[in-house]
């Protein structure tokens, strides 16, 4: 896999990457300002945009200090790249849900498309 320049959009090989990636780790910065513990987490691909969501959305942990940031790092087979964080609500999420459920099965991603895990969804955007 081989990252598009920072900043810049996904590229395609990358959007599929993501797309066919079972999960991503996510880190959210420290107050020092480093990488927080990664975490693995779902990924899904909608619309070319990369959103990720907490079944158990909280202030705390990766997704508190992501959301308050506005910024994480999440790496795929390796590649580790700053990523912008947007919390989306649950702007999009009959189709953010339905690509949940396309890629983990129903019974798989029956936590992520409760409406509480819909209000968690955040788009991440490749940070400039």
Request: charged residues 20%.
């Amino acid at each position: 896999m081989t990252w598009n320049a920072p900043g810049g959009p996904w590229t395609s090989e990358d959007l599929r990457h993501l797309a066919g990636s079972r999960e991503l780790e996510i880190a959210a910065p420290r107050v020092s300002g480093g990488p927080g513990r990664w975490t693995p987490i779902w990924v899904v691909v909608v619309e070319d945009e990369v959103f990720v969501r907490t079944w158990h959305r909280r202030n705390t942990g990766w997704y508190g200090r992501a959301v308050e940031s506005g910024r994480a790092w999440i790496r795929v087979s390796g590649d580790s790249v700053d990523v912008a964080v947007a919390a989306t609500g649950d702007t999009g999420a009959d189709s953010i849900g339905a690509a949940y459920r396309t890629k983990y099965g129903a019974g798989g991603a029956q936590s992520m498309v409760t409406a509480e895990a819909a209000a968690s969804t955040l788009r991440l955007t490749r940070a400039s």
